[in-house]
């Protein structure tokens, strides 16, 4: 806790910062020993394809990076403790956005991991457009729901 | 052999990313809303976040663009396209519509559904139904690269 008092009077999120440099070094390991970008979007959606399809092609590395996701928390409480977490939404909201946000992401080719990150990481113009236009509507979106509708 | 490292590495790749969402608190629905949210209590934590994976990730990219393979021998698959089309823009016009609606991108949602919460794993199912129904519609063909 001591180390989260100094991160208020400086002012730096530390660990935002260090948890942004640890989704980096994932990127890094996946796109130079894999040769694949992190686009968590792109992996699931393969999936769902694949499975649809009948076609295995890709589904092993996919589903293995799916798995190491899935099971992050069940080895980082071996060692620290989970952050709390507050999902505010509604059930009812909550499906409505799973499925923009499962039907958009696949038709604009990425999510905040392959347009935001990988994207900008390497200046590509379309993950330029794309994240500005979903910050756009996230910007927008909450606007809505918090100041306008109530 | 290579195949079971290539497993390996992408296994240890989703974990690191799953790491790296819970240290920042991306996990956190209302840590990412207070983001979205200009007019409320501004939380700039998820550009601080943004701002460390894209420098780390941009030394990669770096790197491998000097590499015709990845260190496993693969070939390196960069999405080529630089077209800003109608699809782009509508996609992310959406998916940015989910997101503030929820608070939950892809990475985080599968993480707290990892993690057994309730409502990720409503928002997870209503997501695969979401890229069901993009499939189903006749669009998956057409979408070679991913991310």
Same mark, same amino acid.
């Given at each position: 806790?001591?180390?989260?008092?100094?991160?208020?009077?400086?002012?730096?999120?530390?660990?935002?910062?260090?948890?942004?440099?640890?989704?980096?070094?994932?990127?890094?390991?996946?796109?130079?020993?894999? !040769?694949?970008?992190? &686009?968590?979007?792109?992996?699931? #959606?393969?999936? +769902?394809? *694949?499975?649809?399809? =009948? /076609?295995? @092609?890709?589904?092993?590395?996919?589903?293995?990076?799916?798995?190491?996701?899935?099971?992050?928390?069940?080895?980082?409480?071996?060692?620290?403790?989970?952050?709390?977490?507050?999902?505010?939404?509604?059930?009812?909201?909550?499906?409505?956005?799973?499925?923009?946000?499962?039907? !958009?992401?696949?038709? &604009?080719?990425?999510?905040?991991? #392959?347009?935001? +990150?990988? *994207?900008?990481?390497? =200046? /590509?113009? @379309?993950?330029?457009?794309?994240?500005?236009?979903?910050?756009?509507?996230?910007?927008?979106?909450?606007?809505?729901?918090?100041?306008?509708?109530? | 052999?290579?195949?079971?490292?290539?497993?390996?590495?992408?296994?240890?790749?989703?974990?690191?990313?799953?790491?790296?969402?819970?240290?920042?608190?991306?996990?956190?629905?209302?840590?990412?809303?207070?983001?979205?949210?200009?007019?409320?209590?501004?939380?700039?934590?998820?550009?601080?976040?943004?701002?460390?994976?894209?420098?780390?990730?941009?030394?990669?990219?770096?790197?491998?663009?000097?590499?015709?393979?990845?260190?496993?021998?693969?070939?390196?698959?960069?999405?080529?396209?630089?077209?800003?089309?109608?699809?782009?823009?509508?996609?992310?016009?959406?998916?940015?519509?989910?997101?503030?609606?929820?608070?939950?991108?892809?990475?985080?949602?599968?993480?707290?559904?990892?993690?057994?919460?309730?409502?990720?794993?409503?928002?997870?199912?209503?997501?695969?139904?979401?890229?069901?129904?993009?499939?189903?519609?006749?669009?998956?063909?057409?979408?070679?690269?991913?991310?």
């Amino acid at each position: 806790m001591n180390i989260e008092q100094t991160i208020t009077e400086i002012d730096i999120p530390w660990l935002a910062l260090a948890g942004g440099m640890l989704i980096g070094l994932a990127t890094t390991l996946f796109l130079l020993a894999n !040769g694949r970008i992190a &686009g968590i979007s792109g992996i699931v #959606g393969g999936i +769902v394809s *694949g499975l649809l399809h =009948l /076609s295995w @092609r890709d589904l092993d590395w996919r589903l293995a990076f799916i798995a190491g996701l899935i099971v992050s928390t069940l080895v980082w409480r071996q060692f620290f403790s989970l952050p709390d977490v507050q999902i505010q939404a509604s059930d009812m909201m909550l499906v409505v956005a799973g499925v923009l946000v499962g039907f !958009g992401t696949r038709l &604009g080719s990425g999510c905040t991991s #392959g347009h935001g +990150v990988c *994207g900008m990481a390497r =200046l /590509s113009p @379309r993950s330029i457009v794309a994240t500005l236009m979903f910050m756009s509507t996230g910007f927008a979106a909450v606007y809505l729901l918090r100041h306008v509708i109530v | 052999m290579r195949k079971l490292i290539v497993l390996l590495t992408a296994l240890i790749s989703g974990l690191v990313f799953g790491f790296g969402l819970i240290l920042s608190g991306m996990v956190n629905p209302a840590i990412v809303l207070a983001f979205l949210d200009i007019a409320g209590q501004w939380n700039p934590s998820l550009l601080w976040v943004m701002g460390g994976a894209v420098a780390v990730s941009a030394v990669a990219f770096f790197i491998a663009r000097r590499r015709s393979t990845s260190f496993l021998g693969l070939p390196v698959n960069v999405p080529a396209s630089r077209v800003i089309d109608k699809r782009l823009l509508l996609g992310s016009f959406l998916f940015g519509a989910g997101w503030g609606t929820a608070g939950f991108c892809p990475g985080p949602a599968l993480v707290m559904a990892g993690a057994g919460s309730e409502k990720a794993i409503l928002f997870v199912i209503a997501m695969l139904a979401g890229m069901l129904l993009f499939e189903i519609a006749g669009h998956g063909r057409k979408s070679g690269v991913a991310s």
